[in-house]
Nanobody, 115 residues
Framework: QVQLVESGGGLVQPGGSVRLSCAASVSIFTIYKMGWYRQAPGKQRDLVATVTSGGSTDYANSVKGRFTISRDNAKNTVYLQMNSLKPEDTAVYYC?????????WGQGTQVTVSS
């Protein structure tokens, strides 16, 4: 099993930045893919960004050029750097891991973009 603990959400003004962290309970070398998803009220959970164990990344079109996913293997942590935030980025952000063909989710962290 994999436990994922997110941190770093909060209230930020439009145009601002925030970094989310996701700490895994196992070595992320062994996790095929990790990523971030988000869910706004009344909407489905959507992909934001993913990174594979080989370092390949993928982003939703809506966040390309603004968000960056990265990993620190020594800390078993994946980050999501979010810049130029917009009100439509407001959502609960969930960390996801695909490990031994199973998916694992964190508890979610709220990001609210508002003036």
């Amino acid at each position: 099993q994999v436990q994922l603990v997110e941190s770093g959400g909060g209230l930020v003004q439009p145009g601002g930045s925030v970094r989310l962290s996701c700490a895994a309970s196992v070595s992320i070398f062994t996790i095929y893919k990790m990523g971030w998803y988000r869910q706004a009220p009344g909407k489905q959970r959507d992909l934001v960004a993913t990174v594979t164990s080989g370092g390949s990344t993928d982003y939703a079109n809506s966040v390309k050029g603004r968000f960056t996913i990265s990993r620190d293997n020594a800390k078993n942590t994946v980050y999501l750097q979010m810049n130029s935030l917009k009100p439509e980025d407001t959502a609960v952000y969930y960390c996801n891991a695909v490990y031994r063909l199973q998916q694992y989710w964190g508890q979610g962290t709220q990001v609210t973009v508002s003036s």
